[in-house]
């Protein structure tokens, strides 16, 4: 079965920076494009960035562009999300997200931008 395990979110000051994991299994992950969402408290689900199943092609929501950083490793059947310059309102629980036949998330991971 499909499985995405979220990992690498904490606390950090902001400016600060993370970088998140997100290790998959259960599918072919080289043959998928992949997504990070997040939902802040109170807050709808909303998309944050897309990557294709090869990697050339990155997508961002413009309130994360030139900050945030989507690649993955398809030898480790991993998706990662490089956080830089974080804000404040940065601050939510972050998921991977994969569409195959339907949609998979995981369990997600919470990231807390505060001094």
């Known amino acids: 079965q499909v499985q995405l395990v979220e990992s690498g979110g904490g606390l950090v000051q902001p400016g600060g920076s993370l970088r998140l994991s997100c290790s998959t299994s259960g599918f072919t992950f080289s043959s998928y494009a992949m997504r990070w969402y997040r939902q802040a408290p109170g807050k709808e689900r909303e998309f944050v960035a897309r990557?294709?199943?090869?990697?050339?092609?990155?997508n961002y929501a413009d309130f994360v562009k030139g900050r945030f950083i989507i690649s993955r490793d398809n030898a480790k059947n991993t998706l990662y999300l490089q956080m830089n310059s974080l804000k404040p309102e940065d601050t939510a629980v972050y998921y991977c997200?994969?569409?195959?036949?339907?949609?998979?998330w995981g369990q997600g991971t919470q990231v807390t931008v505060s001094s």
């Open positions: 990557i294709t199943n090869a990697g050339d092609i990155t």
């Open positions: 997200n994969v569409v195959r036949l339907r949609e998979y």
